[in-house]
């Protein structure tokens, strides 16, 4: 008897929870993952002057190692977050100093207050009327703050680099010319020098010949030469 009320009690027990947990289930997921609430700018928004892009959630997020953060890329493909994001509360503040006109990412990730890593992306137009644009970089801020660079900060650096040599170009081009006759000139001395050697040493050879076939042959050599 005991038993079978043990057993009766533990069913509808188990049924109870059961049911408690289907109907409760979706409420304590909801309650607890946040999700995101507004944006600024707004998805697909087109704003002619931004400082920060901000991100209002739900709940309050986990303010932990960078954990939270946006990601502002330009039409460019480069980076214009100017320092890593904020949280206040509710709130991620990414400060931005944006450059050429065109369409921008925003790729934010954000930890819930459940623990749950959330991330999602929208796009937003930057139509500037006449501001200076910022520099991009070519990393995230976030966790990059020390190994990051601007491109094209690095270009003016290389220019003057590569202004002398060109600057430099035409003299070599002038002396060699001159180098060209020198180039020529030389071999020629050279040459010149050596035939001119030869000839006389030749000559010098030849008359020497004649002369001890002359010494040798004496009175014959006479008729040699007369003939
Ligand atoms: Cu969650």
């Known amino acids: 008897m005991t038993s079978t009320h043990r057993t009766r009690w533990l069913a509808s027990t188990l049924l109870a929870l059961i049911t408690l947990g289907i109907v409760a289930a979706p409420a304590p997921?909801?309650?607890a993952h946040d999700n995101l609430l507004d944006t600024v700018p707004g998805a697909d928004e087109t704003v002619t002057q931004l400082d920060d892009v901000a991100l209002t959630f739900s709940g309050e997020l986990i303010d932990f190692s960078q954990a939270s953060f946006a990601q502002v890329q330009g039409p460019d493909g480069l980076f214009y977050e100017s320092s890593c994001s904020t949280i206040?509360?509710?709130i991620l503040t990414t400060p931005v100093s944006l450059g050429e006109p065109g369409v921008y990412t925003v790729l934010w990730n954000a930890v819930s207050s459940d623990g749950h890593p959330i991330s999602e992306s929208f796009t937003f137009t930057y139509a500037p009327t006449g501001s200076e644009p910022g520099l991009?970089?070519?990393?995230?801020?976030c966790g990059n703050e020390q190994s990051r660079i601007q491109p094209a900060k690095a270009l003016p650096s290389t220019a003057p680099t590569t202004e002398p040599?060109?600057?430099?170009?035409?003299?070599?081009?002038?002396?060699?010319?001159?180098?060209e006759v020198a180039s020529i000139a030389i071999p020629l001395i050279i040459a010149v020098t050596v035939l001119g050697a030869a000839v006389i040493t030749a000559t010098a050879v030849v008359r020497q010949v004649r002369k001890k076939k002359h010494n040798r042959l004496s009175a014959d050599v006479h008729t040699d030469t007369k003939e």
């Open 88 to 90: 206040d509360r509710n």
């Open 136 to 141: 991009g970089w070519d990393k995230p801020a």
């Open 29 to 31: 997921a909801a309650l």
């Open 165 to 179: 040599p060109a600057a430099d170009t035409p003299p070599p081009a002038a002396s060699a010319g001159e180098n």
